[in-house]
């Protein structure tokens, strides 16, 4: 079963527009979770990273994410857009074992 | 500092064929992570290796195997290649006593099998 659920698979946005990404994690993995971002043709970058304290968590590059443990969510914003950030985004958890599980990821295409 | 290093960039090879994948992590990570990302799949967790030792792997066949060298490097290897096994192929390092198992992913390696 899918450790790390990610509800949209892409997510077009206009330029300067405010962008969300959703996740949802089970009980199988930790609450330590992640973002990672792969630019095209790049590996992973790890955005940001809960790991406790402050639910809300701020990344690189204007990224933020909200640590809900009611909703058992982990969703990911922007306030604006750039065209530059037009990537693939991955929600990860950290299984009982250490591993790392990621979400399917989700395709964001920021137009002019 | 220097990232995580993988090579080749590309590979081709052919249906049975063996491919071997190499990686180099950040000085001073002694943990090497592998994965599979091959289209519409997602992202595959296949195999960690710290200190020298297979850790644990994740759902792949016995064919997938690697080892992790004094020096902390790795190798991935992949026998007789199927089609199926086309996909980025992608390198991760931690450091012995990383928090909360931060990974610092290569640029990965494009396999190809035909």
């Known amino acids: 079963a899918q450790s790390v659920t990610q509800l949209d698979s892409q997510v077009p946005v206009f330029e300067e527009a405010p962008v969300e990404l959703r996740c949802n994690y089970s009980?199988?993995?930790?609450?330590?979770l992640f973002w990672y971002v792969q630019y095209p043709n790049q590996g992973l970058q790890l955005l940001l990273k809960?790991?406790?304290?402050?639910?809300l968590v701020k990344g690189i590059n204007g990224f933020e994410a909200e640590f809900n443990k009611s909703q058992t969510s982990f969703h990911l914003r922007k306030p604006s857009v750039h065209i530059s950030d037009t990537a693939e985004y991955f929600c990860v958890g950290k299984d009982s074992w250490g591993k790392l599980q990621f979400g399917a990821g989700t395709q964001v295409v920021v137009t002019p | 500092e220097a990232g995580v290093t993988q090579s080749p960039t590309h590979l081709i090879k052919t249906r049975g064929q063996q491919a071997t994948l190499r990686c180099s992590p950040i000085?001073?990570?002694?943990?090497v992570y592998w994965y599979q990302q091959a289209l519409g799949l997602g992202l595959q967790f296949l195999l960690w290796y710290d200190e020298g030792e297979e850790r644990n792997r994740g759902n792949f066949p016995p064919r997938f195997s690697g080892r992790q060298f004094p020096n902390y490097s790795s190798e991935l290897n992949v026998n007789a290649l199927e089609l199926e096994d086309s996909a980025l192929y992608l390198c991760a390092s931690r450091y012995r006593q990383g928090v909360a198992y931060e990974q610092y992913f290569g640029p990965g390696t494009r396999l190809t099998v035909t």
């Open positions: 000085s001073g990570h002694t943990s």
């Open positions: 809960y790991l406790s304290g402050s639910t």
């Open positions: 009980s199988s993995v930790s609450v330590y």
